[in-house]
């Protein structure tokens, strides 16, 4: 992915909304945003979105709703959802995480928060391209470095 990836930014609040679309636009990103699961889900319709900031809760569904349809049939056109959350319980972060999201940074969102968010996503981008050129991750191959140094 380059700085040319669409990103959604979804939240009922819409202070939040613009501080985080604001972020966006400082790091080069022409973000679109929504304030429900419904707008959500017609703009995912309509074109490819390749991450997502939502918070926890919308006026008519969840980050579980947009879950859904963000991450598609495609691995290669799943979106990343960085759920955007207060404090939450350990069994809340666990539930979050093994649903499918990406990531979760604090609400009210800080700026290198949002930049670490998206420095991840590039990473993990780059990660399932290599994969897909059979190349191992960089992870992947330290390991093996590590294996074969050992031994």
Do not use: H
Request: positive net charge; hydrophobic residues 40%; aromatic residues 6%.
């Amino acid at each position: 992915m380059t700085d040319q990836w669409s990103v959604l930014v979804a939240s009922s609040d819409v202070e939040n909304r613009r501080a985080v679309t604001k972020m966006l636009v400082n790091q080069g990103f022409d973000p679109v945003s929504a304030s429900t699961v419904k707008q959500c889900r017609r703009m995912l319709e309509k074109q490819q979105v390749a991450l997502i900031f939502c918070e926890r809760q919308l006026t008519d569904g969840n980050y579980q709703d947009i879950l859904k349809c963000a991450i598609g049939d495609s691995p290669k056109k799943k979106a990343r959802v960085i759920l955007m959350s207060g404090l939450m319980k350990p069994e809340e972060y666990y539930q979050a995480r093994q649903s499918g999201v990406f990531d979760i940074i604090g609400l009210p969102c800080r700026p290198t928060n949002v930049e670490w968010a998206i420095i991840l996503a590039k990473r993990d981008e780059r990660n399932r391209a290599k994969q897909l050129i059979g190349i191992s991750s960089v992870s992947q191959s330290r390991r093996m470095s590590a294996i074969v140094g050992a031994s």
